[in-house]
T-cell receptor
Framework: DTEVTQTPKHLVMGMTNKKSLKCEQH?????MYWYKQKAKKPPELMFV???????INESVPSRFSPECPNSSLLNLHLHALQPEDSALYLC??????????????????FGAGSRLTVL | DAKTTQPTSMDCAEGRAANLPCNHS???????VYWYRQIHSQGPQYIIH???NNETNEMASLIITEDRKSSTLILPHATLRDTAVYYC???????????????FGQGTTLQVKP
């Protein structure tokens, strides 16, 4: 299995709703990532988990709450979002997150994304 | 942080080689150059990466200049399915407080035309 699976593919939610995005990989990767991508813009890093611990939070508002229940799963809990949070949310994984970059170890495999619309 | 500069867009005729340039003049000694592409409405896809030497795989070739200040991604025989945004990324080093970051620049939109 060489894929990162994201669910749901599409999500529409109101500003008062609570929802979650899910990401799963079975490649034995120990680093997982959340990126946010607005239309016609490059992906922006949100969070990095390394060995199930949050290692990077790019000053993301607290209405986005990541969770890594185990090494294969990554969730993004959403609460009280704003319309400007509408975007494509991308999950990725890699063998590890070390910047030492053992050749190949830092290659990220991305999922297809969850397209979020906040009304 | 080493940053990259890429042309905003390029065209290429189908069947011809596509050469995508990238400048990374502030790259540090142990930073790798990575290339990813993103086809419309899909997640980014890894293409190739390198440190100093030229690299080739089944998708592309990566040519890195001797001073490492620039590189070129070569798709030897472009097809319509290669139409995508191509990102050149310098991977940040460990120990600088930026472990694990893969930061995307604006990328080059490659349009392969029949």
């Amino acid at each position: 299995d060489t894929e990162v699976t994201q669910t749901p593919k599409h999500l529409v939610m109101g500003m008062t709703n609570k929802k979650s995005l899910k990401c799963e990989q079975h490649m034995g990767h120990r680093a997982m990532y959340w990126y946010k991508q607005k239309a016609k813009k490059p992906p922006e890093l949100m969070f990095v988990y390394s060995y199930e611990k949050l290692s990077i939070n790019e000053s993301v508002p607290s209405r986005f709450s990541p969770e890594c229940p185990n090494s294969s799963l990554l969730n993004l809990h959403l609460h009280a979002l704003q319309p400007e949070d509408s975007a494509l949310y991308l999950c990725a994984s890699s063998q590890d997150s070390s910047g030492r970059a053992l050749s190949g170890a830092n290659v990220l495999t991305f999922g297809a994304g969850s397209r979020l619309t906040v009304l | 942080d080493a940053k990259t500069t890429q042309p905003t867009s390029m065209d290429c005729a189908e069947g011809r080689a596509a050469n995508l340039p990238c400048n990374h003049s502030t790259i540090s000694g142990n930073e790798y150059v990575y290339w990813y592409r993103q086809i419309h409405s899909q997640g980014p896809q890894y293409i190739i990466h390198g440190l100093k030497n030229n690299e080739t795989n089944e998708m592309a070739s990566l040519i890195i200049t001797e001073d490492r200040k620039s590189s070129t991604l070569i798709l030897p025989h472009a097809t319509l399915r290669d139409t995508a945004v191509y990102y050149c990324i310098v991977r940040l080093r460990n120990g600088s407080g930026n472990t694990g970051k893969l930061i995307f620049g604006q990328g080059t939109t490659l349009q392969v035309k029949p």
